[in-house]
């Protein structure tokens, strides 16, 4: 059931109604309930990985509650390893098998050795990678003495399966999901009214943006040495807008969802291309797996405490690891490594906090210096991409080289509609960029009448600018 | 909690009363036809209906299309050449307007493709888009056969095709056709309505010329079995072999894929169609 369909704009009112009607704000029917909701919603992808999904749920539960109750240091590692290993391990198994079996026959076959490993031919469990995350951060929380573990069942049945989060993200922490879950939940006019607002602004990323930038990003990227470098660069653009519009567009309509349930989801996306460097960029984009990175990983490894080379390997670590958790291929590793690349600068001139605040806040336009960060940003970003959407680095290097021949200097072949929409939307972004979504507070002072046609003009946007239905990237991961 | 519902249920019928008053505007005014999946052939359609002073007329596929658009001269072809999608029946709907239109032609040239276009028994994904919407109208009825509606009817709300908010979306079920795979070169239907071009021709003492694209040379191993096979081309035999004699083999790397061309090559090759006419 994707978020743009018409089963989801069923299902949605129904637990809406059921969830504040029905279940007489009573909460522990109330979690059932979306508990119920989050499991049939899952279902309807493949109903045979939610046992998985389930094993998963009980094996995190069980050991957190062992963790916490285990008297010695080895029983707390033995019971954390137990969890890590089986959760990684299923991961491993459904999403990486392959890639390592080939690689290594590859590798042995450049030796001169012949080695035939046996492919499993295993689809994919849509949100495997989300929700080992949720439960690998549930369990090292305990383990490390952040929180304590929830008694119900329940509870943290739905703080690892919430339907809104449950495919693509965010990645939530217990800290921050599980209490919001435990506490007696009321409807918030106003905040039910964000979420729609926010379901709104989401559709019109996906459907408007991310669906027609794919239509031609597509084309492009299919047969790179049939289109001049310039065209080949605006390829790349509308690809950068697509992931973005893709993925984003897929988050706003989670929180927004989660919202009108009373629950508040972690942010993940704050306007990454309006970024002045690198390490802005990654604390604006995908926030909650940049984040997961940084706790469990970056700063359990020393973070940047250590000694230079320290830094660089933990820098090389993290991004290569969140190359790798996007997918078993090296084009994901390549993207990691060169993000690698871009950051390690900041990090060594110790420069990688110099842009914490919105850029030009306050003001309408920017500096010519921070114009200038921003498309710096955004070039190097948007080459990184490259990688990211290539089938194989063959395919990336094609790209790249072509991008870099003489016909960079000709003009592209552009669609003038998407180009158009892009704009609009890159300035309606603009303004918006100091809210947590762009349209949150747009026309929220303007006579209502004025504000409903600002509303059902995006609706009709949504609806005549529709792009070819495409299915949400991240949904892959 | 009660005035969110009534403002949301509100703003939803607007919201969804909004899109069906564009979506009738442009049903009404047939503006939905640029735009659509298949708006190719929408203008195929419109300009069948057209006069034209061209002696030579052109049906065909995606890639007959191909050719046309970067073919230096063009003066003395008309093509009608859209999507195989259409099936050899809107191939010959479309040829049944251009005379009815009174156009006189001396010649009418069939482009295809031989291992996609032919074998379209109706049983195509995009036969909803491309086939049901633009020729399923209560006009063009009475010129389809029994074995026509016989695969129509296995195609999911056939019926509604014609519904104007079916009509001016993109909207399709989702169809995958359960029928055995096709294992002669050319569809039952392609080839009634092939023979039924051939009548028309013939009626109006038009010579009717069934010609291949040049193919990719990787090809060859294919089209010499099927020469090699019995193709059940009964009525037709003249025109395909004439067909199978003019297959011309370019290179594979001049193609983006099975059957297309690179735009880089045909703008290098302004004569091609020329060439094979």
């Known amino acids: 059931m994707l978020f743009n369909s018409i089963e989801f704009f069923i299902f949605l009112p129904i637990v809406f109604i059921l969830y504040w009607f029905v279940t007489k704000k009573n909460l522990k029917t109330q979690n059932l309930l979306l508990l119920a909701a989050s499991y049939f919603f899952y279902a309807c992808w493949d109903y045979r990985f939610l046992f998985l999904l389930m094993f998963s749920t009980f094996l995190d539960y069980f050991t957190g509650l062992k963790i916490y109750e285990s008297k010695t240091k080895f029983q707390k590692k033995f019971w954390l390893w137990l969890s890590i290993s089986v959760n990684l391990g299923f991961l491993g198994i459904f999403k990486y098998y392959n890639f390592f079996a080939t690689s290594f026959a590859e590798a042995l076959g450049h030796l001169g050795v012949h080695a035939d490993f046996w492919t499993l031919s295993v689809i994919l469990p849509v949100g495997i990678s989300f929700y080992t995350f949720h439960g690998l951060s549930y369990v090292i929380d305990i383990y490390k003495d952040r929180i304590i573990p929830v008694k119900n069942y329940v509870e943290y049945s739905l703080f690892v399966s919430f339907f809104p989060l449950l495919v693509a993200g965010p990645i939530e922490r217990a800290t921050h999901l599980l209490p919001q879950i435990q506490k007696k939940r009321e409807f918030n006019y106003s905040k039910a009214v964000d979420g729609l607002r926010q379901i709104l602004w989401g559709l019109f990323k996906k459907i408007v943006i991310a669906d027609n930038c794919a239509e031609y990003a597509n084309k492009v990227f299919m047969y790179p040495a049939d289109n001049s470098g310039s065209t080949l660069v605006v390829g790349a653009i509308f690809f950068a807008f697509q992931i973005y519009g893709d993925f984003s567009g897929y988050s706003d309509i989670a929180l927004g969802t989660a919202r009108l349930f009373g629950i508040d989801l972690l942010r993940n996306f704050a306007f990454p291309y309006f970024s002045r460097d690198i390490a802005e960029f990654w604390r604006r984009?995908?926030?909650?797996?940049?984040?997961?990175?940084?706790d469990y990983v970056y700063i359990p490894l020393g973070g940047s405490k250590g000694g230079l080379w320290m830094k660089i390997r933990n820098t090389f670590i993290i991004f290569l690891l969140s190359g790798f958790w996007h997918g078993a291929n090296w084009t994901f590793i390549a993207w990691g490594a060169l993000n690698a690349i871009y950051f390690l600068p900041l990090l060594l001139l110790n420069t990688n906090r110099n842009n914490l605040e919105i850029v030009a806040q306050g003001r309408l336009l920017p500096s010519f210096r921070e114009l200038l960060n921003m498309a710096t940003t955004f070039m190097l970003t948007t080459f990184a991409w490259i990688f990211f959407r290539a089938e194989d680095l063959h395919h990336a290097f094609s790209y790249i080289s072509r991008i870099f021949s003489r016909s960079l200097f000709t003009v592209p072949e552009l669609s003038t509609q998407t180009g158009l929409l892009l704009i609009l939307f890159i300035a309606v972004e603009w303004i918006g960029r100091e809210n947590k979504y762009a349209i949150q507070h747009i026309g929220l002072r303007w006579p209502r009448f004025i504000r409903w046609v600002f509303y059902y003009s995006i609706t009709l946007a949504i609806f005549i600018f529709a792009g070819k239905e495409q299915p949400f990237i991240y949904f892959q991961f | 909690m009660r005035s969110f519902i009534v403002k949301s249920v509100t703003f939803l019928v607007i919201a969804s009363i909004l899109p069906l008053i564009v979506l009738w505007y442009l049903f009404v005014t047939n503006k939905f036809?640029?735009?659509?999946?298949?708006?190719?052939?929408?203008?195929?359609?419109?300009?069948?209906?057209?006069?034209?002073?061209?002696?030579?007329?052109?049906?065909?596929?995606?890639?007959?299309?191909?050719?046309?658009?970067?073919n230096k001269d063009n003066s003395q072809i008309n093509s009608l050449a859209c999507n195989q999608a259409v099936s050899m029946v809107g191939h010959y709907l479309l040829f049944k307007n251009y005379l009815a239109a009174n156009n006189k032609i001396d010649t009418l040239v069939v482009l295809i493709n031989p291992l996609v276009s032919f074998k379209n028994n109706l049983d195509q994904l995009f036969t909803f888009h491309y086939f049901l919407k633009p020729f399923y109208t209560e006009h063009n009825k009475s010129e389809f056969s029994e074995m026509v509606y016989n695969q129509i009817h296995k195609i999911p709300f056939y019926s509604a095709s014609q519904f104007p908010f079916i009509k001016a979306t993109n909207w399709s079920p989702d169809f995958k056709s359960t029928d055995p795979k096709l294992t002669t070169f050319l569809s039952p239907i392609s080839r009634e309505y092939l023979l039924k071009i051939k009548d028309l021709a013939e009626q109006n003492n038009i010579t009717l010329l069934i010609y291949p694209p040049p193919l990719r040379q990787s090809l060859k191993p294919s089209i010499d079995s099927i020469r090699a096979s019995d193709i059940n081309v009964q009525g037709l035999e003249k025109e395909f072999n004439v067909y199978f004699n003019r297959v011309k083999y370019i290179d594979d790397q001049f193609y983006v894929d099975q059957p297309h061309f690179k735009k880089k090559f045909l703008k290098s090759h302004p004569n091609l169609l020329s060439e094979i006419l």
């Open chain 1, 285 to 294: 984009w995908h926030i909650s797996l940049s984040s997961w990175f940084r």
């Open chain 2, 33 to 70: 036809e640029s735009f659509v999946n298949g708006a190719e052939v929408y203008a195929s359609i419109k300009m069948s209906k057209e006069k034209s002073k061209k002696k030579k007329l052109l049906l065909g596929d995606s890639v007959a299309k191909q050719l046309v658009m970067y």
